[in-house]
């Protein structure tokens, strides 16, 4: 079985119908949506068309929102149908960053992700998705793709069909008959609250006034990439490509706008960019410790070992509680642990800083045990090797595991790039030696200052590198990626990127730290972290202002 939906656009009267179905069937709540129409208007008045498109959890043969739950709460039943158990989600989020179609969203009653769940409940006795009972055009058509008797198999086998982003390879299951391009890609039209007909647009953030980077007032103009081309989907064969259309009884300056869609909130704020710098200083300093005690590349220092493992201990501490309150269900956090679902990111990083954290944590405790007379110093000394080897393995893993992570985060093209391990990797020496440096302000690092000096220095220059010329530097493999890249280079976040994380976190550091002296080492250290931040913060927030529906 092979469960899959077609919407014939031919005869879809957008009259939500569909979508109220659904929320009384599934008892959904207000705010939330499984099943909305998106409505876009394209032409030029009089001769002006709407367009509806029934949007939903989209079934997929190949389920990213599955693989990156960490507890198996998103799931892919025997039948194709996706389904979701709410009494083992977490709240994580990050089946909604997975998802290349915005259609998982957080139920406000229980904190846990939801969505179309193919009305699984009526399915099992034999009954229809809700949906597809109360259309009254029979413009939805729902049933198993594999019983070739099947009005589904019928229809796809004689009909021409679409589905929404192919180019993920998801496989979606649910078919458009007449799917109209400025519909189906999110990006053909812009965002603008002047452009709805019945509802108020949200702001993405708190104070704001925009909506998916649209600003009140006129709209805004098309966004470019770094060679100038205009980054706006292709207008579909037939329409016209200028002129205003009416909405509302007024003109709008766009040729294709939406005129009504679902509106859905960011995912992850600033505990997510905020975990990725205290996990690289964590990890960061117990590496660069490591290698310098491990291959005796300067003499043991006690007080330094003591004062960096301390550090590295309550930075990942501090990872460890970013990650719990970013989580919509807090306490349900060691469910990572006891129903663990190993494909996902998730859970493998969650091992990673495990391990880490209970190995650095250890390793910390016996050199101020013995430091402060407590342990025999030739026993901190037999076991130090194999404690801080043992730490460089989990140590990398903790550092660089998001990398793989945001890969699984398929509706986030920006995340998707091949440098990103090797980059996290970079930045983790880099706020480790930083960290270093501001602690040498206080305490001496003698003749280890020099290594961390020129290893923080190379790491600033290495990491604008590969942030300047990889990140921002290649071409995009995607449009989506592509205006992602200029949302933070030369949009909302242009002022962080550029002042803040490229002056101020490699700039004045690298300047810094040719004048030597601890204070001036400190504050190259302290800017160096504070221009990862800035840079954290726009890498995560501007993918999720790119539309997915």
């Not at 290698?291 to 309550?314: K, N, R």
């Not at 590198?465 to 280079?489: D, K, W």
Request: hydrophobic share 45%.
């Amino acid at each position: 079985m092979n469960y899959g939906f077609v919407i014939d656009n031919r005869s879809c009267i957008g009259c939500h119908a569909c979508s109220t179905a659904c929320k009384s069937e599934n008892e959904v709540p207000l705010g939330v949506y499984r099943t909305w129409v998106k409505y876009t208007e394209t032409g030029t008045y009089p001769n002006s068309q709407r367009h509806f498109q029934v949007t939903r959890c989209n079934h997929c043969t190949n389920p990213p929102c599955a693989r990156i739950c960490p507890t198996g709460a998103m799931y892919q039943r025997d039948d194709g149908i996706v389904e979701f158990n709410k009494d083992a989600c977490i709240g994580c989020k990050a089946c909604m960053q997975a998802c290349p179609y915005d259609a998982i969203h957080i139920d406000p009653e229980t904190n846990t992700a939801s969505k179309c769940h193919f009305c699984a409940h009526r399915i099992e006795v034999g009954l229809e998705p809700s949906c597809a009972v109360v259309c009254p055009t029979h413009a939805i058509i729902a049933g198993d793709m594999d019983d070739p008797d099947s009005e589904i198999a019928q229809v796809l086998s004689r009909e021409k069909v679409s589905v929404r982003k192919p180019e993920q390879g998801t496989s979606p299951k649910v078919f458009y008959i007449d799917g109209a391009a400025v519909s189906l890609v999110p990006t053909a039209t812009e965002r603008t609250p002047e452009s709805y007909q019945w509802a108020d647009v949200l702001p993405l953030h708190p104070g704001d006034h925009s909506s998916h980077g649209a600003s009140h007032g006129a709209p805004p103009a098309p966004r470019k990439n770094r060679e100038g081309v205009a980054l706006r989907a292709p207008q579909p064969q037939g329409l016209p490509t200028a002129g205003p259309i009416m909405l509302g009884g007024s003109q709008a300056s766009h040729m294709v706008q939406v005129g009504y869609n679902a509106q859905h909130k960011i995912p992850w704020h600033w505990p997510v960019p905020a975990y990725l710098v205290t996990k690289g200083i964590g990890t960061g300093i117990f590496l660069l410790l490591a290698m310098i005690f491990g291959l005796g590349l300067a003499p043991f220092d006690p007080l330094t070992a003591v004062v960096g493992g301390m550090i590295s201990t309550v930075f990942m501490l501090a990872t460890t509680a970013l990650l719990v309150i970013d989580l919509e269900r807090p306490e349900r956090f060691l469910y990572i642990l006891l129903r663990p679902q190993w494909r996902s990111w998730l859970t493998r990083g969650a091992i990673f800083l495990m391990g880490f954290s209970t190995i650095g944590g250890l390793w910390t405790t016996v050199e101020l045990a013995a430091f402060a007379g407590f342990l025999d110093p030739a026993l901190a000394e037999s076991a130090r090797p194999y404690l801080l080897w043992s730490g460089v393995p989990f140590a990398v893993g903790g550092a660089i595991y998001t990398a793989f992570l945001f890969g699984q985060a398929e509706g986030r093209d920006l995340w998707q790039s091949p440098l990103l391990p090797l980059h996290l990797l970079i930045q983790a020496t880099m706020a480790g030696a930083g960290a270093l440096l501001v602690a040498g302000f206080f305490i001496d690092l003698g003749v280890m200052e020099s290594m961390v000096v020129w290893t923080f220095a190379i790491a600033v220059g290495l990491d604008l590198f590969v942030t300047l010329v990889g990140e921002f530097g290649m071409p995009h493999a995607s449009e989506v990626a592509a205006r992602a890249a200029h949302e933070i280079s030369h949009g909302r976040y242009k002022n962080q990127f550029w002042y803040g994380a490229i002056v101020v976190g490699h700039l004045v550091p690298l300047a810094l730290v040719i004048g030597g002296g601890s204070l001036l080492l400190a504050v190259a250290g302290a800017a160096a972290l504070a221009g990862l931040w800035f840079f954290e913060h726009a890498f995560v927030m501007a993918p999720q202002e790119i539309p997915n529906s």
